[in-house]
């Protein structure tokens, strides 16, 4: 249970009451994670590798990114993919 819920959950008079009240107060939950992850795909489309940039650092990030997605409910991201998405990125001095 979320500390922030503690005092609202203390004044129901029963435990119906309460999951009720938890219930509705949660429907937000799959909005705001939808929301998330439509962020989270557009991070990913625009990801691009900056002059500069450590490949290490740009891949960390990626992997980052991906973790995130997944998180977040994406069942698209595959392994093959974030490789290919590093190797369209990647400037061409490393090709």
């Not at 005092?7 to 009240?21: I, Q």
């Not at 991201?77 to 061409?92: G, H």
């Amino acid at each position: 249970m979320p500390p922030e819920l503690g005092a609202s959950l203390a004044n129901k008079a029963t435990t119906k009451l309460a999951w009720e009240f938890i219930a509705t107060t949660r429907i937000g939950d799959n909005r705001v994670r939808r929301a998330t992850l439509q962020r989270l795909r557009q991070d990913w489309e625009v990801l691009t590798f900056h002059p500069g940039e450590q490949v290490e650092d740009f891949a960390l990030c990626l992997s980052n990114l991906m973790q995130q997605m997944a998180r977040n409910g994406d069942t698209d991201l595959t392994e093959a993919r974030a490789v290919e998405k590093l190797l369209r990125c990647m400037p061409k001095k490393y090709s």
